[in-house]
C-alpha cells in the first residue's frame, strides 16, 4: 500500500490517491455550504454569535460550527475554537461537547498528518462514546478512528471499524452519513487495489450525495471517483471526474478540495505523461495549499513543480524547487516525498555532469526507499505476527472457557444458593422491620390521641367550670347584691340621715353598683352570653368593641364564614384563643392599631392577629402562661401556630386549623 504522499512518484500506481484520504475523518461534518468573497459575511456571522453567546451549551455548538466552516481555508484557525469547545464543554461537563470535540480535532490532525496524534485522540472519544452510551457516538467515533487506521496503512482495523456504521445508518435512512461511509469504503478498497469494489461504493455515495444535492459531498465524492479510475487505468474518465469536481469546487469556493482536485489531476498527468499542463496544476495546487496551510500538499505540490520544470528542461527552477522541497519533507519528516526529491535532484546532477553529487542523491534516494520498504514490511510483520497472536489466545481462550464453564457450573450453584439465603434473610428482616415499625406508629398515634384526649377533657373541663361559675356568679351573687341594693335604696327614703351620713350612704351604694358591674363582668368574660344564644362572631364582635371603648387604640375586625355554627367546645376554644391574644396585645404591645381577623371556608379556618407595637425577641422571650394556653389550645383544634415578630416591627400571630373533626 502507498502512502498519501507517493503520488510524486510517476512509477508508482497509486500516486496521488492518498490526497483526497484526508477527507475520510470528515464523516462527523454534515454539509456545510460556503461562499466566499472579499469579506465573508458569513464567517463574520459566525464569529459574532459565537463571541454573543453565553457560556453554555450553546457557545460550544458555536464554537464546532466556526470551527468546522474554518476548516475550509485556516487549519489552526479551526483547531483554536475546537479547543474552545473542549475547554467550556468540560467546565460545564457536557459530554456530548466533548465528543463533538474530538470528532473535528482529530480531523484537523489527520488533515495535517499527525497521525499518531489522531489515533490516540479518536481512541480516547470511542471509550468516552461508551461510557456515555450513546450509540450514534459511537458509531461517530468508530468511523473517525477507522479513517485514522486508514492513514496508518492498517485496512484490517479500518475495515473492522468502519463496517458496523453501514448497517446503522441503512437502519436510520441517513443518506448523508451513509454516502461518506460509501466513499471510504471505496477508498480503502482501492488502496488494497480492489478497484471494482472501490468503483462500486463510490458510485453508491455518489448517487446519494447528487440525490441530496450538496456540492461538498458531489465533489469530494467525485475526487475520490477521479483516483479510482486513475488507479485502475481508466484515465480519460478519471479526468473527466476530476475536472467536474474542481468545477464545483471553483464555484463554492471550496479551498481544500480545489487544493486537493489540483493535485489529483497533477498525478493524473504524470501518469499520462502530459507534463506541459503540469507546471499550471502544481502552481495552483501550491497556493491554494499555502493558504489552506496544509504542508503535506504543498510539498507535494513543489515536486510537480519541480517535475514539470525538468521535463520543460527548465534545469535551474527545477534544482531550485527540489532543493526545497527536499528540506521542507525532511524538516517535516514525510519520508516518501524526501525520497522522490533526492531521485529527482539525481537526476539534476546527472544533467549537470556533477557526478558527485549525483552519487550522494542516489544513494540517498535508495537508502530512503529501503527504509520506506523496511517499514512497510515491519508493519505487515507486525500485522501478521498480531493476527497469529491474536489467533492463539483465541485457541487458549476457547481451551480456558472450557474449563471455566465447569467451574462456574458449581460456581453458579453455591452463588445462587447463597442470594436466595440472602433474599430469604432480607425478605424476613423487611418484614419485621415493617412489622415493628408499624407498631411504634400505633403507640405513637396512641400516645398522641391519649394526650389530645387529655387536653380536650380538660378544656372541656374548664367550659364547663367557667360556664358553671359565670351562672352562679351571675344567678346567684349576682341576685343576692341586687337585692341588697334594692333593700338599702327602699331604707333611704324611710331614714333621716345627717348630711354627712347621706353622702356615705350614696358612696355605698355607688360601690355597691360598681360590684354588681364588675361582678357581671367577670361573669361574662368567664362564658359569654352572646358566644352561647347568638354564636362566635357576635361574640368576638362585642369583645372587641368592649375592649377598645374609650381606648386610644383602634382594633380593625373582619370575620368571614362564621355564620354556620360549629360545636360549642370548638367556638369556646377559638373565642379564647382571640380572646387571649387579643388581651396580649393590649397589654404588652404599645400598639395604636390592632387586627383581629377570622375567616373560614368550609373546613379551613384562620385566625390572624396583628399589630404595630414594639414588638419581642423570640429568641430571649420565654413562654408565659398565657402563650402556653394558646398553645394547648391551638393543639386541640389540631392546628398550625406561625408567631413573627421583632424588636420595634411589631407582632403578627397566624393560626390555621381544620375544623372538619370539630365543625
Not at 457560556?55 to 484557525?77: M, R
Not at 482529530?106 to 485522540?121: C, M, Y
Request: proline share 2%.
Amino acid at each position: 500500500m502507498c502512502k498519501r504522499l507517493s503520488y510524486f512518484n510517476p512509477d508508482y500506481s497509486c500516486h496521488a490517491n492518498k490526497l483526497m484520504n484526508r477527507l475520510l475523518v470528515l464523516f462527523f461534518l454534515l454539509p456545510f455550504q460556503r461562499s466566499l468573497a472579499q469579506t465573508d459575511p458569513v464567517k463574520d456571522s459566525l464569529l459574532a454569535v459565537f463571541s454573543a453567546s453565553k457560556e453554555d451549551t450553546g457557545k460550544v455548538l458555536a464554537a464546532i460550527k466556526l470551527g468546522q466552516y474554518l476548516e475550509y481555508n485556516d487549519l489552526e484557525s479551526a483547531k483554536y475554537y475546537y479547543l474552545q469547545a473542549k475547554q467550556l464543554s468540560e467546565k460545564l461537563h457536557y459530554t456530548m461537547g466533548v465528543l463533538k470535540y474530538y470528532a473535528n480535532y482529530t480531523a484537523v490532525l489527520n488533515l495535517q498528518a499527525r497521525f499518531d496524534s489522531a489515533l490516540l485522540l479518536n481512541q480516547q472519544a470511542l471509550s468516552l462514546a461508551k461510557e456515555y452510551g450513546n450509540e450514534e457516538r459511537i458509531i461517530v467515533a468508530q468511523q473517525n478512528l477507522s479513517a485514522t487506521y486508514t492513514y496508518l496503512l492498517d485496512y484490517e482495523n479500518a475495515l473492522r471499524y468502519l463496517l458496523p456504521s453501514v448497517s446503522y445508518f441503512e437502519k436510520t435512512k441517513n443518506d448523508v452519513r451513509l454516502s461518506l461511509i460509501y466513499d471510504n469504503l471505496g477508498v480503502i478498497y482501492r488502496e488494497t487495489k480492489q478497484y471494482d469494489k472501490a468503483l462500486e461504493y463510490h458510485n453508491k455515495a455518489l448517487t446519494i450525495a447528487r440525490k441530496n444535492g450538496e456540492p461538498y459531498d458531489i465533489a469530494n465524492v467525485l475526487s475520490n471517483l477521479g483516483l479510482a479510475y486513475t488507479s485502475s487505468g481508466n484515465y480519460d474518465t478519471a479526468m473527466l471526474v476530476l475536472r467536474e469536481s474542481l468545477a464545483i469546487a471553483k464555484k463554492e469556493r471550496f479551498d481544500n478540495l480545489l487544493s486537493l482536485t489540483t493535485g489529483n489531476i497533477s498525478d493524473l498527468l504524470i501518469k499520462q505523461g502530459k507534463y506541459d499542463s503540469l507546471g499550471y496544476y502544481s502552481e495552483e495546487g501550491l497556493r491554494l495549499a499555502a493558504q489552506v496551510g496544509d504542508s503535506l500538499i504543498m510539498v507535494n505540490n513543489i515536486y510537480g513543480i519541480a517535475l514539470a520544470a525538468f521535463y520543460e528542461k527548465d534545469f535551474r527552477k527545477s534544482e531550485e524547487k527540489a532543493t526545497y522541497g527536499f528540506a521542507m519533507a525532511q524538516r517535516r519528516n514525510y519520508p516518501e516525498p524526501a525520497q522522490l526529491f533526492a531521485e529527482l535532484l539525481s537526476e539534476l546532477a546527472l544533467v549537470n555532469g556533477d557526478l558527485k553529487t549525483y552519487d550522494h542523491y542516489n544513494r540517498l534516494s535508495r537508502a530512503l526507499a529501503e527504509k520506506h520498504f523496511s517499514e512497510k514490511m515491519q508493519q505487515n510483520v507486525q500485522m501478521l505476527d498480531k493476527k497469529f497472536d491474536t489467533e492463539k489466545k483465541e485457541q487458549q481462550l476457547i481451551i480456558q472457557q472450557a474449563t471455566i464453564s465447569r467451574k462456574n457450573t458449581l460456581n453458579y450453584i453455591f452463588i445462587g444458593s447463597t442470594i436466595a439465603l440472602l433474599l430469604i434473610s432480607l425478605l424476613s428482616y423487611r418484614t419485621y422491620a415493617q412489622r415493628r415499625k408499624l407498631q411504634e406508629q400505633k403507640i405513637a398515634d396512641l400516645e398522641k390521641e391519649k394526650l389530645l384526649s387529655a387536653t380536650r377533657s380538660l378544656l372541656q373541663g374548664q367550659a364547663d367550670e367557667r360556664s358553671r361559675l359565670a351562672k352562679d356568679l351571675h344567678d346567684g351573687l349576682g341576685g343576692m347584691l341586687s337585692g341588697i341594693k334594692l333593700q338599702l335604696g327602699a331604707m333611704k327614703g324611710n331614714l333621716i340621715l345627717s348630711e354627712e351620713h347621706g353622702r356615705t350612704f350614696n358612696n355605698a351604694l355607688t360601690k355597691l353598683d360598681e360590684s354588681i358591674s364588675e361582678m357581671r363582668r367577670v361573669a361574662h368574660n368567664m362564658m359569654p352570653e352572646a358566644l352561647v344564644k347568638l354564636g362566635l362572631q357576635q361574640a368576638l364582635q362585642d369583645f372587641c368593641d368592649g375592649l377598645s371603648e374609650s381606648q386610644s387604640f383602634k382594633i380593625n375586625c373582619e370575620f368571614y364564614g362564621l355564620e354556620k355554627r360549629m360545636q360549642p367546645a370548638v367556638e369556646i376554644v377559638v373565642y379564647r384563643i382571640v380572646q387571649e391574644l387579643l388581651t396580649n396585645a393590649v397589654r404588652h404591645s404599645g400598639a395604636t392599631s390592632i387586627l383581629a381577623q377570622v375567616m373560614r371556608q368550609e373546613n379551613d379556618l384562620s385566625i390572624t392577629i396583628e399589630d404595630n407595637g414594639k414588638g419581642f425577641d423570640k429568641g430571649t422571650a420565654s413562654q408565659g402562661a398565657g402563650l402556653k394556653n394558646i398553645i394547648s389550645r391551638v393543639d386541640y383544634l389540631k392546628g398550625q401556630l406561625d408567631i413573627k415578630t421583632a424588636p420595634g416591627a411589631g407582632t403578627s400571630v397566624h393560626i390555621n386549623c381544620v375544623i372538619e373533626e370539630n365543625g
